[in-house]
């Protein structure tokens, strides 16, 4: 099921939002209810100027191609964790993000997707490199 978000706070687009199922290396399962930022203006304002983001939620950013990712957090005053997913759905890296900063935080490696949550949570769950990420079919 898709649903959409508009928040108050940001007001600028309004993303497609879907549950992401992540599996541990155990097999336990972990849900995210994440914004779809799918267009270049989507992706490139992301979080931006949000200022609550519940944990159990997320914004999931779809590249075209599998290429070395790099993330900052200019404007955005949430602290963040980002995992970086390959196109087959591995978890590649996952890095905590400060807010505010504008250092740049790349992937190790050509990834097509990067899941950005509340920081701690990927930590909270259990959630390391290795791990699947189910892509819903339209973003693969």
């Not at 649903?3 to 290396?25: D, H, M, Q, W, Y």
């Not at 304002?45 to 590249?63: H, Q, S």
């Not at 740049?104 to 791990?131: H, M, N, R």
Request: proline share 6%.
């Amino acid at each position: 099921m898709i649903s959409f978000s508009c928040s108050a706070e940001r007001g600028k687009f309004r993303l497609p939002v879907e549950n992401i199922s992540i599996t541990r290396s155990d097999g336990t399962a972990f849900e995210v209810r994440a914004e779809i930022a799918v267009k270049q203006e989507e992706r490139n304002y992301g979080f931006m100027n949000r200022k609550n983001i519940p944990a159990g939620t997320g914004m999931l950013f779809v590249f075209e191609n599998e290429q070395q990712l790099s993330f900052w957090m200019k404007n955005t005053p949430h602290p963040l964790s980002i995992a970086y997913i390959t196109k087959s759905g591995t978890v590649r890296d996952i890095f905590d993000m400060k807010p505010h900063s504008l250092s740049p935080i790349l992937s190790t490696g050509s990834v097509k997707y990067a899941l950005e949550v509340p920081q701690g949570w990927f930590k909270a769950c259990g959630i390391k490199p290795g791990d699947r990420v189910e892509i819903p079919g339209k973003y693969r």
